[in-house]
């Protein structure tokens, strides 16, 4: 922190200690389930409608920024630690800053909107942005104009819906048992009626509404999708297609180790470590579980597989995403 610190005004200082302050307080508490906001999205857990527009309609992202745009649980955490490695862990120096910093500042909608007045003050290479939200809350004019890069996970909806669920039994989730069911056959029909507050979603829409938006860029040169089943059976492969897409060429032994520090393995001892702010962060909401492929046959009846089946196709018709089960 001493380092991060050496380079912010002191008005920035404040604003740093009292964000984090704020983000260490809510991740004790129950995530809130908020009312729609900002274009008629939802909200929800630690997420800020205000943060978001104050984004899209005032914010310039710096030059080169790099964005993971993730509906949850489709490999938000995975595909975050390979493009972090990526872009700082070859760097000593810039590897340990980007650990200083506490995760919100780097949530696009998360927690409050004055983060974004630190931005300009932290000085690395390159600037990488988590988020999940949809294609039409991202203002694309100015991803143009600064250069920038969106990667677009996808996942199978039934990995995605397991992996959502096991997420939603932590304590943290107590209070919206009345949202997020407990029960599977409840939590499932919810989910697909659209009545879980998922971030960020509008009433009655969820996973197949945020890849359909984002299909509409599927051609554009900015837009990177990424199928986890794919990095998970081609990993080196894959994480070399990441790589190109911005613009970077690594050797074989740097793949290699990219692999290796990115595993679920590595990544859960970290995490349960917390021995830095990420990682801090990570185990107080049990982000990194297993991240297998096929976990829903274990649990999803024929009917409910049908059912799923059904609803994806209805409501991708007209696009090329193919899932891999």
Same mark, same amino acid.
């Given at each position: 922190m001493e380092e991060l610190l050496a380079n912010l005004p002191e008005s920035c200082k404040t604003l740093l200690e009292e964000t984090k302050g704020s983000f260490v307080q809510g991740m004790q508490n129950a995530p809130g389930y908020k009312k729609p906001g900002w274009k008629g999205y939802r909200y929800s857990m630690h997420f800020s409608s205000e943060a978001t527009q104050k984004i899209y309609e005032e914010c310039d992202f710096p030059e080169n920024s790099v964005i993971l745009a993730s509906f949850p649980k489709?490999?938000?955490?995975?595909?975050?630690?390979?493009?972090?490695?990526?872009?700082?862990?070859?760097?000593?120096?810039?590897?340990?800053?980007?650990?200083?910093?506490?995760?919100?500042?780097?949530? =696009?909608? %998360? @927690?409050?909107?004055? /983060?974004? +007045?630190?931005?300009? #003050?932290?000085?690395?290479?390159?600037?990488?942005?988590?988020?999940?939200?949809?294609?039409?809350?991202?203002?694309?004019?100015?991803?143009?104009?600064?250069?920038?890069?969106?990667?677009?996970?996808?996942?199978n909806p039934k990995d995605q819906l397991i992996s959502w669920f096991n997420y939603c039994q932590s304590p943290n989730f107590a209070p919206l048992r009345e949202h997020l069911s407990s029960d599977w056959s409840q939590f499932f029909s919810d989910f697909m009626d659209g009545k879980q507050p998922i971030p960020v979603t509008k009433p009655g829409e969820g996973y197949a509404e945020f =890849?359909? %938006? @984002?299909?509409?860029? /599927?051609? +554009?040169?900015?837009? #990177?999708?990424?199928?986890?089943?794919?990095?998970?059976?081609?990993?080196?492969?894959?994480i070399n297609r990441i790589a190109k897409f911005l613009g970077m060429d690594l050797t074989e032994e740097q793949l290699t180790l990219l692999k290796?520090?990115?595993?679920?393995?590595?990544?859960?001892?970290?995490?349960?470590?917390?021995?830095?702010?990420?990682?801090?962060?990570?185990?107080?909401?049990?982000?990194?579980?297993?991240?297998?492929?096929?976990s829903w046959k274990d649990t999803f009846t024929v009917s409910q597989s049908e059912r799923m089946d059904e609803m994806m196709a209805a409501k991708l018709a007209g696009t090329n995403i193919k899932f891999v089960y």
């Open positions: 489709t490999g938000t955490n995975w595909i975050s630690e390979i493009i972090y490695e990526m872009l700082f862990g070859f760097d000593e120096k810039f590897d340990i800053l980007r650990k200083e910093i506490p995760p919100p500042f780097f949530v =696009l909608e %998360g @927690w409050s909107a004055d /983060k974004m +007045d630190l931005w300009k #003050h932290i000085p690395l290479p390159h600037y990488y942005f988590m988020s999940h939200l949809p294609a039409p809350l991202i203002n694309f004019d100015k991803i143009k104009k600064s250069n920038s890069k969106i990667v677009v996970p996808i996942r =890849l359909s %938006g @984002w299909n509409e860029y /599927k051609d +554009d040169p900015r837009v #990177h999708f990424v199928h986890f089943e794919n990095l998970k059976t081609n990993t080196t492969e894959e290796d520090k990115t595993s679920f393995e590595s990544m859960k001892k970290i995490q349960d470590k917390g021995s830095d702010e990420m990682a801090q962060f990570r185990k107080s909401m049990n982000l990194v579980r297993k991240g297998k492929v096929g």
